[in-house]
């Protein structure tokens, strides 16, 4: 029915622009794809390679009353907005190219025009898709943020989807982190494999030595310690499908007994004296504002000369930024995640006892692991929609390549941190140089 529409007018019947005037209107017509609305307008090139529909008065909906990011998403998940020249699973060329529109803040005139235009009914926002994460309101209804439990809710939102589908991504090293390319040919698995070593390496394992892996994912670095240098690890997830996983694993590769993977926040781990403790991935999760009690734990899990590695996601920049509530991947990827500086971590780690060590950043080696991972999801794309549904794995398809896209131009970097906690006369129990390589 409302595709024959040829104009879009308001409930009383007043002209406005159609669809496709309105988006020259925001861009100034400088819009590089094709696009065509069920009022029958259209905008663009015409031979525009990358072509985007918006099917439906919802979709129009989405898109005005949750400008950007959130109301692309909801349109785009549930269907109200189609993409033809690009595949689902891997979206970069889609991303790059409206990254290049000059979106122009309207005028009082302007605004009033594409409002008469869009008319009273597509200003109430539509219910959003059920793979978005509740609002920040009502997270709050929950408990505090990064509560135990509320951090239990935000990882399961996005780890417990299936382990299957993690599998089809991700590989076989299972590993869901930044991987460290050795070279421009490797693979994704020799990226990981390499990453891993690295770690331990910095760290120094050793046999007999006992590491703690926090926030282990599906253990991962947990056996690559245990296999290749002797350690007895220990490593704890809040995911529930990520421990039974991680479990049977070591089950399967014979390492039980010197490798175990528990359920447990990293806040609950009984034990103290660990050679060593690895973070992989888990300080995006803490929040900036619980960073001393996060690193004044850790370095309480340690013994004097024990050696902690933090990776994980930064900003270019150590200014506090506030967390961006109600964005893309605070509503459908990561729930409460906040990023800071590599200096604010730095500090941090100093501030609670940690003498720094080195930092180093993999911006560039994490553009390539997401690449990598769409490569896999875009390969695996009938498998992966059966397992999880096809809007789930299309918002994968957009996580990761506007991940790779932010690496790629420094909006987002990773940064390893190496610390140590010294003995009590100053003693660090560490080498002249780095033997852990380049």
């Known amino acids: 029915m409302f595709s024959s529409f040829s104009t879009l007018r308001t409930d009383t019947g007043t002209a406005g622009p159609r669809l496709a005037e ?11 794809l094709g696009f065509t609305a069920y009022d029958g307008s259209a905008t663009g090139p015409a031979d525009a390679r990358i072509r985007l529909h918006l099917r439906t008065p919802r979709g129009a909906a989405y898109l005005a009353t949750a400008p950007g990011s959130l109301g692309m998403t909801r349109a785009y998940v549930t269907g109200d907005l189609t993409v033809e020249g690009v595949h689902p699973g891997d979206p ?45 309101w009502r997270r709050a209804l929950e408990g505090l943020r990064h509560s135990k439990r509320r951090d239990a809710e935000a990882i399961h939102h996005h780890y417990d989807v299936s382990n299957r589908f993690y599998e089809l991504i991700l590989g076989e090293s299972m590993t869901y982190t930044c991987a460290c390319y050795p070279h421009a040919d490797a693979t994704l698995e020799e990226a990981q494999a ?36 002797g350690v007895t690890a220990v490593g704890v997830t809040l995911s529930a499908e990520q421990a039974a996983w991680a479990q049977a694993e070591i089950e399967r590769q014979g390492l039980a007994g010197k490798a175990e993977v528990r359920h447990l926040d990293y806040r609950d781990i009984p034990e103290t004296g ?43 920049e150590n200014r506090h930024v506030p967390r961006v509530k109600g964005g893309f991947i605070d509503r459908y990827v990561f729930p409460d995640g906040e990023l800071t500086g590599s200096g604010r971590i730095i500090t941090e780690m100093q501030d609670a006892g940690f003498e720094v060590r080195h930092s180093e950043n993999l911006r560039e080696h994490y553009a390539r692991t997401c690449a990598a991972w769409c490569v896999n999801l875009v390969e695996h794309w009938d498998e992966c929609v059966a397992e999880v549904g096809e809007a789930t794995a299309k ?44």
């Open 22 to 32: 309105v988006l020259d209107l925001l861009t100034g017509g400088a819009v590089p």
């Open 92 to 136: 970069y060329e889609l991303l790059t190219a409206v990254m290049g529109l000059e979106w122009r803040k309207p005028d009082a005139v302007t605004l009033a025009r594409i409002a008469r235009g869009l008319g009273v009914a597509r200003l109430v926002p539509p219910p959003p898709p059920p793979q978005e994460a509740l609002p920040d």
């Open 194 to 229: 390499f990453k891993y070593d690295l770690v331990a390496r910095k760290l120094g394992l050793q046999p007999g030595m006992r590491l703690l892996d926090v926030g282990c994912g599906w253990g991962g670095m947990v056996r690559h310690a245990v296999r290749e240098y």
């Open 274 to 316: 660990f050679d060593a403790v690895s973070s992989i991935g888990l300080t995006e999760h803490i929040g900036v504002r619980n960073y001393p009690s996060y690193f004044g734990f850790l370095l309480s899990r340690l013994r004097p000369g024990g050696r902690l590695l933090n990776h994980s996601i930064t900003r270019p």
């Open 395 to 438: 918002i994968w398809g957009l996580y990761l390549a506007g991940s790779r896209l932010g690496f790629e131009r420094n909006w987002i970097q990773l940064h390893q941190v190496l610390g140590v906690k010294p003995h009590p006369d100053g003693q660090a129990d560490f080498p002249l140089r780095p033997t852990w390589g380049p």
